[in-house]
């Protein structure tokens, strides 16, 4: 197998991740959800304003999971501000984990998932937390086999549709 590599995109990078955010976000949730909702859901929270914002937020990070060049997984941590709930007073949220079908089972989610607790480590962070669709449970296997435990729900709007996450956090070691 060929060498994965982690870097940190950048907003010249709005174009590649609008492409692997749309297709890594389809590939996992759309025969669980309706056409519509999917369509709906993929032009709003994919779209290229909204991602480039995204970029430029000094609050959140991105990095792209690559292979031989090629994009195959991407991840968004947030801090302080740019974090979609307040959960604690020092937390990291976890906001995006996604990797191409293909490579689903190459450790790439896995080394993605590493490098936000590098970055929860380096912010000196007490918990690393995210949201997790209730009806993943692949996703929710890979989160607790990670360590986290679930502390709460919340309503995530896909299109049309109000569905429910499952609110997960991993306690992280006194750092001090």
Known sequence: MESITLRPATPADVNQLQLIGRQTFFETFAASNSEENMRAYLEEGFAAEK???ELQEPHSTFYFAEQ???VIGYLKV????AQTEQHAPNALELER???LQEFHGQRVGQLLYEQALRLATQAHAECL???VWEENPRAIRFY???G???FDKHVFKLGE???TDIMMKLSLPSNQ
């Open 51 to 53: 991602l480039l914002a």
């Open 161 to 163: 549709d109000e569905q």
């Open 148 to 150: 986290f435990v679930a």
């Open 78 to 81: 947030n801090s302080g501000p």
């Open 97 to 99: 984990i996604y990797v």
């Open 129 to 131: 937390w995210l949201g």
């Open 68 to 70: 031989t060049g090629r």
């Open 144 to 146: 607790e086999k990670n």
